[in-house]
């Protein structure tokens, strides 16, 4: 690809030289593995459903060069531009969310999606990349200026958030966001006892929502004592990893696969441990721990606090939701519905992954005269 | 300036407490990935030790249950085993459309009513059965569909290769595989749970002989039923068990259909060998004269008077074949004199004949392996009128199976052995003493000249030295007796020299026909289908047939059937 010249001054050429090539490079070998895996486990799905059993291959087709599109515009932009971009967004989100109360789709006793010009959109995916960034620009912002009430406008905007992802409900998402919202205030110096009590208070709402809500409970009961209930999921997921073994079965070949509901989706990561087997797995687990750690590591030379701050918030949530899917699947936790980044199919999920990457590429590209840029 | 450089060194501290707590929080995200890098070899590679046991607690629950254990023959024929197949089941839970769902699968199953099936599918639950038992074609043609929810249960069905030969004794298990009937029924739990294959006393090629040569001559006779046994005399063992009509046991769901073909299986089900109670008539005539020369009360020469009936209590006994003279104790067996059994009862006493008739066996339940059992129906009180109408088989009615097996014991050298219907490697030692070996070796001689030359000649299978009685009672009604409803019986035995095997064949209500000149009696109807199974079965048992001239062959039937005394000599009953 180095079709560039170190001295082509072209926006794409001074792109090309001042991205972290690395990071592309993990999240392109991502991208290849999700089409494969979309090409393996979504026709069973479909056919299921009784549509054109490549109709998920065809959509994901359709998603990932967009995906790759937003990766490449948005981390064309100079943080000032992210920074808008992310406010302006943010608040259309907030309407978003509002209408999706008022108008969304009912699936399952949640009101998640939100119909645009015939697409569905989950717009709480949206919500999650720039609301991280608004977050650290508050944050940042009050650092810069301590008479600027970023706290309070931090606390505000994310009571707002999380009242209406929690009437969705969709509390997998609540938790995601204020798990990343707590990460920036941490990073930000919040003192310890009250990052502790903030911790406290995350653990209360959990309780409080095992205790009140019967699906949760449901969830959690299944997880702690699998003879309590259905378990069918988890079970065909473990029995899917067992089944690959160290080399899977290859590309397609899986069996397992073709009973988990759920395997184009929450669930994908275990078709993968199918197919793939237990070493090009493990690949994709430290794909993923790359894109995460070297983000973070390269955070630490950041001066500029606005994008240390995002960019760690967008790396933290971008980890999460990885983390979720994976243990989820692994049972290592309650199963909870998240997508696993570039390998799940799930258009909105995907392109918001696309913008929060291309967001953590834009903040991280090589930029002469660092410091207060913004 | 100063404020330009506190706010420089404030933001200088922040970016440290910022990276080093950014450090904290990279840690713990390693942590978490190497973690699930840990599981994930866990699960994969240690998935036995693991929760995926889990998943795999259905396919074991249904492992278990494929074991249920073989039937075969006492030659190891296969009588009963299990075939895997595969049972649909659907998960209304998991069904995205129960009305797609239940079309499509009415389209590949059609017998299914597609209502029913939506029906199911749209319940609460998480499991309800759709269709038992499918073929793999079928199983194909569901996953096919690709339905969520439709899921497949391994299931073992149970096969009778020899369909209804032996049903009666097999039995046959129900929907859940549990056994309902037979061996199947009581041998449930070695079979299913201890998966012990049971190997059977039945022998399928003479039992395919005696079924045929009965339901042959039930049809001969227009009989409405009929049963037979064969009996080792050794062992206890029965090698056939045959009781019709009978049915297939792969059909009996569709029985359920209608009341007329629940009113059909319920008496093809019936077991006439164990379960129905006859009064055999003069085949008890064995038992009389056993006891009267075991107690002593008659030897072969005794004499009895046999030229009027009998008038007691209101009641007429008479003969069939009547001679209207003074008869010998072997010409009263031989000729099936009623007036003279029913006087040697008298010299026996009620109180000698029950205690015999319980000594046999015949008023406890057998020990034969079955559920299926009936126990005796005897008189009580049991008065002199009884133990003259029970000297020759009426007023006590008793299975097939219980007078076969004290047959057996009379003419063994006099030892009782337990029934059983599975193999026994060894000799038994459980029998017991009824008779003594001199009064059995009487029994055997009169036995033989039945056939000889009495009612029982029809049983004759020349070489094989067959022995027997012939019997022949009036059905009981309500009050009093049909004389046009029989139940014809013959039990006999070979080779009578030594004998090894009972041979028993009872008609129900056979029909007289023109070649046995409007009789259906025991030795008309019951007789020839010992004679057939004898002459037919005994080269498959290994017995030899003998010269019936031989010396040694004559001493069997050597007796002296001492000629009548005159008109009143002899001795008179008391």
Known sequence: MTTFSRADTSVMGHWWWTVDRWSLAAIVALMAFGTMLALASSPAVAERIGVDSLYFVKRHLVFLPAAAAVIIATSLMTPLQIRRVAVIGFVCCLIGLSATLAFGIEINGARRWLSLAGLSVQVTEFAKPTFAVLTAWLLAEKLKDNSFPGHIFAVI???????????????????????????????????????????????????????????????????????????????????????????????????????????????????????????????????????????????????????????????????????????????????????????????????????????????????????EGT | MTERISFRSAQKKALDIARTRLLVGGALLAAAFLVIGVRLVDVTLFSENGPSRQANARNIAVEKKMDRADIVDRNGILLATGLKTASLYGDPSIIIDPKVAARALVGVLPELSEADVLQKLSSKGEFVWLKRHITPRQKYEVNRLGIPGFEFDEEERRVYPLGRLAVHAIGFTGDDNKGLAGIENSFNTALSERSERVTLSIDVRVQQILRRELAAQIKKFKALGGSGVILDVHTGEVLSLVSLPDFDPHTIKQASRSEKLKEEFKNQQFNRTTLGVYELGSVFKIFNHAIALETGVANMASNYDARKPIRSHGFTISDFHAENRWLTVPEIFMHSSNIGSAKMALDIGVAAQRKFLTDLGLMRRSSIELSEQQQAIFPAPWTELSAMTIAYGHGIAVTPLHAAAAVAAVINGGILYPTTLIRRDELPANGKRVISAQTSADMRKLLRLVVENGTGRNAEAPGYLVGGKTGTAEKPTAGGYKRKALISSFIGAFPMNAPRYVVMAQLDEPKGIKESYGYATGGWTAAPVVSQVISQAAPLLGIAPVDETAPNARRASAIKVATPRARGQGIATN
């Open chain 1, 157 to 371: 905007t994310f009571a707002l958030l999380i009242a209406l992802t929690i009437s969705q409900p969709d509390l997998g998402q609540t938790a995601v966001i204020g798990a990343v919202w707590m990460s920036q205030l941490f990073l930000a110096g919040l003192p310890m006892a009250l990052v502790v009590g903030l911790i406290v208070l995350g653990l209360v709402g959990l309780a409080g929502s095992y205790l009140t809500l019967a699906h949760v409970a449901s969830r959690i009961n299944r997880f702690i004592d699998p003879a309590s209930g259905d378990t069918y999921q988890i079970d065909h997921s473990l029995a899917a990893f067992a089944n690959g073994g160290l080399f899977g079965q290859g590309p397609g070949e899986g069996t397992v696969k073709n009973a988990l509901p759920d395997a184009h989706a929450d669930f994908v990561f275990a078709v993968a441990g199918e197919e793939l087997g237990l070493i090009l797995t493990l690949v994709i687990v430290a794909l993923f721990a790359f894109i995460v750690l070297r983000g973070l590591l390269r955070t630490m030379g950041e001066t500029n606090f606005f994008v240390l701050l995002a960019v760690s918030g967008l790396l933290v949530q971008f980890g999460l939701q990885t983390l979720i899917n994976m243990a989820s699947s692994l049972q290592l936790i309650p199963t909870k519905g998240m997508t696993l980044p570039f390998i799940s199919y799930g258009g909105s999920s995907l392109l918001a992954i696309a913008m929060g990457v291309g967001m953590v590429l834009a903040l991280t590209r090589r930029r002469s005269g660092q410091g």
